[in-house]
């Protein structure tokens, strides 16, 4: 007897190969669990895992059918250069080269909705990493690079 996944990746397979084409009524529920030697409820769970993922919009009374997808869509995962250190077991640091804060201009600030006194803070350092790439190497094992960090939040009246 096939799993839900097993018969979801068959159903996707098919959606994606274009045998089942944008806009197409996928066969009954109990029609998929003949063909699949499995029980309704578990096609039932499979065809709501497409329809969560979107390739399939189910409809009481009116079935499931292929959604047409014209949005592509790209994930791009940027890891936090923190917690990937950390998680190698490696002490993460940093030296702190200067504090300025800057003024955004009045549309900006009003867009925010931060007082004309605010300064966004944004401090230039140098992460210090031990096999961070770099153009020279200070004394000691550590590799220097400059980092910056993303903005600290506003700060009023400092």
């Given amino acids: 007897m096939a799993s839900y996944k097993d018969i979801q990746a068959s159903l996707l397979q098919r959606i994606k190969s274009g045998e089942w084409r944008p806009g197409v009524l996928l066969p009954a529920e109990a029609d998929l669990a003949t063909e699949f030697g499995s029980t309704r409820v578990t096609v039932n769970r499979a065809m709501q895992a497409l329809a969560d993922a979107g390739y399939v919009e189910r409809r009481r009374k009116a079935g499931t059918r292929v959604v047409q997808r014209t949005v592509r869509e790209a994930l791009v995962r940027i890891p936090v250069v923190r917690q990937e250190i950390e998680r190698r077991g490696e002490r993460y640091h ?3 080269l200067k504090r300025t804060g800057t003024r955004p201009p009045a549309t ?3 867009a925010a909705k931060m007082a004309t006194r ?3 803070r944004s401090p230039p350092c140098l992460l210090a990493h031990p096999r961070a790439p770099s153009a ?3 004394s000691g ?11 600290l939040p506003a700060l009023c009246g400092a």
């Fill in 141 to 151: 094992s550590m590799d220097v690079v400059p980092h910056q960090p993303r903005a």
């Fill in 136 to 138: 020279s190497k200070p």
């Fill in 94 to 96: 940093y030296l702190l």
């Fill in 118 to 120: 605010c300064a966004v």
């Fill in 108 to 110: 900006i600030a009003a």
